[in-house]
Antibody
Framework: EVQLVQSGAEVKKPGESLKISCKGS????????IGWVRQMPGKGLEWMGI????????RYSPSFQGQVTISADKSISTAYLQWSSLKASDTAMYYC?????????????WGQGTLVTVSS | QSALTQPASVSGSPGQSITISCTGT?????????VSWYQQHPGKAPKLMIY???KRPSGVSNRFSGSKSGNTASLTISGLQAEDEADYYC???????????FGGGTKLTVL
């Protein structure tokens, strides 16, 4: 069974750094792209970026380029999303999701989400 | 990049059919038959319902169907059921640089 299990909720202060994780299981982690999707409170889905764990090839949405860093450790089947300096506007639910084999935009399996709250 | 345009809300009675539209441009929906649709219940992760415009993943009811005409994709749900009440998002492949773009979401209410 394909599963993506994300790390738990985080409460941080503005300016702090953060790295959240997404562990894949039940499939060949290195053979599928993993994406990150943001959902701000009461709002829609926004694509942030994708990574291919096999070779760490990474693509970012122009809206998030330079704002976050996506990485992966294929030895432990885990993808990461990190911030160096959080802002209040980063408060959101963050989902990781696996791209289908064709890598043409459909996210076929999703993690349960990680809620990030940034508040002073 | 601009989000795809969806109606904010649609509604229907049990047993009826509804259609949710998703309008993009010639750079995304119009150029590729690669629109996917997601269902999201409150407090839950999104679930893939349709991919590549009209294909259903294993386990998704055949009451859900997808289509496209020009720059507009559509999701049709027939035989509405109470459990269909959720938010629905469309998403289109938009080329190797933009990659994907999501719609703003549609809230479906089953009356």
């Amino acid at each position: 069974e394909v599963q993506l299990v994300q790390s738990g909720a985080e409460v941080k202060k503005p300016g702090e750094s953060l790295k959240i994780s997404c562990k894949g299981s039940g499939y060949s982690f290195t053979s599928y792209w993993i994406g990150w999707v943001r959902q701000m409170p009461g709002k829609g889905l926004e694509w942030m970026g994708i990574i291919y764990p096999g070779d760490s090839d990474t693509r970012y949405s122009p809206s998030f380029q330079g704002q976050v860093t996506i990485s992966a450790d294929k030895s432990i089947s885990t993808a990461y999303l990190q911030w160096s300096s959080l802002k209040a506007s980063d408060t959101a639910m963050y989902y990781c999701a696996r791209l289908g084999m064709g890598a043409t935009g459909e996210f076929d399996y999703w993690g349960q989400g990680t809620l990030v709250t940034v508040s002073s | 990049q601009s989000a795809l345009t969806q109606p904010a809300s649609v509604s229907g009675s049990p047993g009826q059919s509804i259609t949710i539209s998703c309008t993009g441009t010639s750079s995304d929906v119009g150029s590729y038959n690669l629109v996917s649709w997601y269902q999201q219940h409150p407090g839950k992760a999104p679930k893939l319902m349709i991919y590549e415009g009209s294909k259903r993943p294993s386990g998704v009811s055949n009451r859900f169907s997808g289509s496209k005409s020009g720059n507009t994709a559509s999701l049709t749900i027939s035989g509405l059921q109470a459990e269909d009440e959720a938010d629905y998002y469309c998403c289109s492949y938009a080329g190797s640089s933009t990659y994907v773009v999501f719609g703003g979401g549609t809230k479906l209410t089953v009356l």
